[in-house]
T-cell receptor
Framework: AQTVTQSQPEMSVQEAETVTLSCTYD???????LFWYKQPPSRQMILVIR??????QNATENRFSVNFQKAAKSFSLKISDSQLGDAAMYFC?????????????FGTGTRLTIIP | DTAVSQTPKYLVTQMGNDKSIKCEQN?????MYWYKQDSKKFLKIMFS???????INETVPNRFSPKSPDKAHLNLHINSLELGDSAVYFC??????????????FGEGSRLTVL
């Protein structure tokens, strides 16, 4: 079974600074997806960024980028120019590409605080 | 126009009661899910359905019974509620096997409180 580990329960960053959230995962599969979801206090789950395992290029979405290291099974999220609205729980998630096992497996989350 | 909608958003009930949560998606997706988020914010898969067929059942007590009348709807019925059932329940949907972006689209969650 796949597992996802987020070793930082809480992080804080000054507004406008950069922060990196860590995520590692364990799998024996070669084809899969990785995601970062954000959950603000409203509790809505919002997709931040996605990465397909077969793509070597790191995904980027505006101020959000990932460092995907497939051999090391590492998938960190970098938030640049942090804004107050970035304050939330961030979940790293793994999804198999195999039929019948397409669930998302989540890490335990990192609570990000933005300091004004 | 909400993509994945759940009702109700909040339920407060007594131990031993039965309750249902309904979920509908208008995205045309083939696969739907129920997730449970506990008090420590941990999200765990409960069930998934693909075109009305149960695909994943993750060691959930049989007091929980999902029902999918069609591929746009996935309801969750819980019998004999216990204190430990208090949680936020999320419905989600995704496109089918190896199609689309792979992401799950989530509803807003239903907070269940058992007293």
């Amino acid at each position: 079974a796949q597992t996802v580990t987020q070793s930082q329960p809480e992080m804080s960053v000054q507004e406008a600074e950069t922060v990196t959230l860590s995520c590692t995962y364990d799998t024996s599969e070669s084809d899969y997806y990785l995601f970062w979801y954000k959950q603000p206090p409203s509790r809505q789950m919002i997709l931040v960024i996605r990465q397909e395992a077969y793509k070597q290029q790191n995904a980027t979405e505006n101020r959000f980028s990932v460092n995907f290291q497939k051999a090391a099974k590492s998938f960190s999220l970098k938030i640049s120019d942090s804004q107050l609205g970035d304050a939330a729980m961030y979940f790293c998630a793994y999804r198999s590409a195999d039929f019948g096992n397409e669930k998302l497996t989540f890490g335990t989350g990192t609570r990000l605080t933005i300091i004004p | 126009d909400t993509a994945v909608s759940q009702t109700p958003k909040y339920l407060v009930t007594q131990m031993g009661n039965d309750k249902s949560i309904k979920c509908e998606q208008n995205l045309g997706h083939d696969t739907m899910y129920w997730y449970k988020q506990d008090s420590k914010k941990f999200l765990k898969i409960m069930f998934s359905y693909n075109n009305k067929e149960l695909i994943i059942n993750e060691t959930v007590p049989n007091r929980f019974s999902p029902k999918s009348p069609d591929k746009a709807h996935l309801n969750l019925h819980i019998n004999s509620l216990e204190l430990g059932d208090s949680a936020v329940y999320f419905c989600a949907s995704s496109q089918g096997y190896r199609t689309g972006s792979g992401e799950l689209f989530f509803g807003e969650g239903s907070r269940l409180t058992v007293l």
